[in-house]
């Protein structure tokens, strides 16, 4: 069982830069690939960019290719996504999620799921 905690979302001019910080709990972390999703209103949830067990292999979406950043702290038992040169269309609720095996680019490939943080960009 794993259990995930976001935190780090805000609001943010265009621009600018956030730090999301997802904690897990869970003795088996380290086996698990770790990957950030986002949704804004009325659409539906995407990938964002995904990191394996290892810590490496970090995959990106094409949209955030460049300007977001996947690492992993196995001492803290955390995964952060640096934000940055955010845009007004980065704005939606961020969800870190977990599952066995190597990150996948689909929602429904994730086992563990944290509640989401904010984040709004404005323009």
């Known amino acids: 069982q794993v259990q995930l905690v976001e935190t780090g979302g805000g609001l943010v001019q265009a621009g600018g830069s956030l730090r999301l910080s997802c904690a897990a709990s869970?003795?088996?972390?380290?086996?698990?690939?770790m990957g950030w999703f986002r949704q804004a209103p009325g659409k539906e949830r995407e990938f964002v960019a995904h990191?394996?067990?290892?810590?490496?292999?970090?995959y990106y979406a094409d949209s955030v290719k460049g300007r977001f950043t996947i690492s992993r702290d196995f001492a803290k038992n955390t995964v952060l996504l640096q934000l940055n040169s955010l845009k007004p269309e980065d704005t939606a609720v961020y969800y870190c999620?977990?599952?066995?095996?190597?990150?996948?680019?689909?929602?429904?490939?994730?086992?563990?799921w944290g509640q989401g943080t904010q984040v709004t960009v404005s323009s």
């Open positions: 999620a977990a599952r066995r095996g190597l990150g996948v680019t689909t929602p429904r490939g994730y086992d563990y």
């Open positions: 869970g003795r088996t972390f380290s086996s698990y690939a």
């Open positions: 990191i394996n067990w290892s810590g490496g292999n970090p």
